[in-house]
């Protein structure tokens, strides 16, 4: 059974900073794609960033220079490390990963973990 599990959400003030992890665990033979998406309240779910198993990494232009994605293939682990943030980057922000097993290849979701920006 794979599971995504993120963590390191909460509560900063505007221009702060926040570190999301998600860690992949599981029978995993191995992972393409990772990302984070993100769904603030009445708004459809967006895509944030993501990088390919080699390192390649893309952004959603309201991220651009202030959040950064990385991964640990090792650990199976993917970060997100947003700094500068701003009260529009409130939300519930989610972990995806194209995970392939011995029985099948297709995305998995985290449960998501609560980014607040507020004063």
């Known amino acids: 059974q794979v599971q995504l599990v993120e963590s390191g959400g909460g509560l900063v003030q505007p221009g702060g900073s926040l570190r999301l992890s998600c860690l992949a665990s599981g029978r995993i033979f191995g992972i393409n794609n990772m990302g984070w998406y993100r769904q603030a309240p009445g708004k459809e779910r967006e895509l944030v960033a993501t990088?390919?198993?080699?390192?390649?990494?893309n952004y959603v232009d309201s991220v651009k220079g202030r959040f950064t994605i990385s991964r640990d293939n090792a650990k199976n682990t993917v970060y997100l490390q947003m700094n500068s943030l701003k009260p529009e980057d409130t939300a519930v922000y989610y972990c995806?990963?194209?995970?392939?097993?011995?029985?099948?290849?297709?995305?998995?979701w985290g449960q998501g973990t609560q980014v607040t920006v507020s004063s």
């Open positions: 990088i390919t198993s080699g390192g390649s990494t």
């Open positions: 995806n990963a194209a995970i392939i097993t011995t029985a099948s290849s297709r995305a998995y």
